[in-house]
């Protein structure tokens, strides 16, 4: 299934132009442009920081989805609401992620917006997902973002990374301990990473333990997404007739009992530097030569 979403600040480029935004606000349009000498006159002039247009989008979320770093500092200082909420019930968290911008991230992380907000529908970290923004993904891992957190209609973080086909996402995932059998209606990221025909995400996933015989709410495998013969086809079924080797079935054990907490655990176990880089997904270390 293919993933599309209409960003805020899009459609309000489109209905602005048509006029539609009769309560758009100087300080919104100063704010997605980036004009921010403009900006911070209007606030020294006592413009309103909060003022919602329609949507209930704020001049934050405007700076946000813009990656207008500066405006969104000025904002920030002058008591804009960190965790304002549009009609979607996003937060300027949510557009700053989905746009990439990992300073305007960082600064609303400073003023204290909330990582994990109670929503129905994507969380901030699903939008550095879905837009493939993996600097922006481990920033909110490290944060403390919730990589199990479910989406009604596209279920986990990692989920929509494999749909997108946004390998980066997904490994930066993987390696911080997200569960990659995780499923929605019995579906995985295996299950998209074959819908996608993307054979790098399905060696990454049965590399981190995806599991090639799970079933969908179809009674598919993921095998069965994909054409006879064709290269996806192909590494599926040596996945499915290939035992694992002891190590990778360790490996895939170890990491699993440690979930998200394998990243730190895993470097103070007392084991040779080359199985923790194993366990680590690593590379093994150069060997010296004299």
């Known amino acids: 299934m293919e ?40 606030i020294e002039g006592g413009a309103a920081v909060n003022h919602v247009a329609i949507d209930s989008i704020t001049p934050l979320h405007e700076a946000c989805i813009q990656g207008q770093t500066q405006c969104v500092r ?11 909420r549009n009609i979607d019930g996003s937060t300027p968290l949510c557009d700053a992620c989905a746009a990439g911008s990992v300073e ?46 479910h989406d009604c209609h596209y279920g986990t973080p990692l989920h929509v990374s494999c749909a997108m086909q946004h390998y980066d996402c997904a490994k930066v995932l993987l390696k911080a301990g997200a569960n990659v059998n995780a499923a ?20 990454l996933l049965v590399e981190f333990g995806g599991n ?4 969908d709410n179809m009674n598919k495998k993921a095998i069965q997404y994909t054409s006879v013969g064709s290269t996806t086809y192909l590494c599926l079924e ?5 035992p694992l080797s002891l190590q990778q079935i360790s490996r895939v054990a170890v990491r699993g009992s440690l979930g998200r907490r394998a990243r730190e655990v895993v470097s103070k176990l007392n084991l040779p ?14 060997i010296e030569i004299e």
């Not at 606000?25 to 006159?41: N, T």
């Not at 090639?212 to 079933?215: D, K, N, P, S």
């Not at 530097?273 to 150069?286: E, G, H, T, V």
């Open 3 to 42: 993933m599309t979403r209409t960003r805020p600040s899009l459609f309000g480029e489109i209905a602005h132009g048509l006029g539609f935004w009769t309560d758009r606000s100087a300080v919104h349009e100063a704010a997605a442009q980036g004009r921010a000498l403009q900006l911070q006159q209007l």
């Open 212 to 215: 090639v015989y799970a079933r």
């Open 104 to 149: 305007c991230v960082k600064l609303l992380l400073e003023y204290r917006a909330t990582v994990n907000p109670p929503l129905f529908t994507f969380s901030p970290l699903h939008e550095a997902c879905m837009g493939g923004n993996s600097d922006c993904v481990q920033l909110m891992i490290d944060h403390g973002a919730f990589m199990e957190a």
């Open 74 to 84: 000025l904002l920030l200082e002058a008591g804009a609401q960190v965790d304002a």
């Open 273 to 286: 530097n080359r199985i923790i880089r194993f366990l680590s997904y690593m590379p093994p270390p150069d």
């Open 238 to 242: 040596f996945y499915e007739s290939t």
């Open 184 to 203: 929605k209606l019995h579906e995985t990221a295996l299950h998209h990473a074959a819908k996608t025909k993307s054979v790098g995400l399905i060696d």
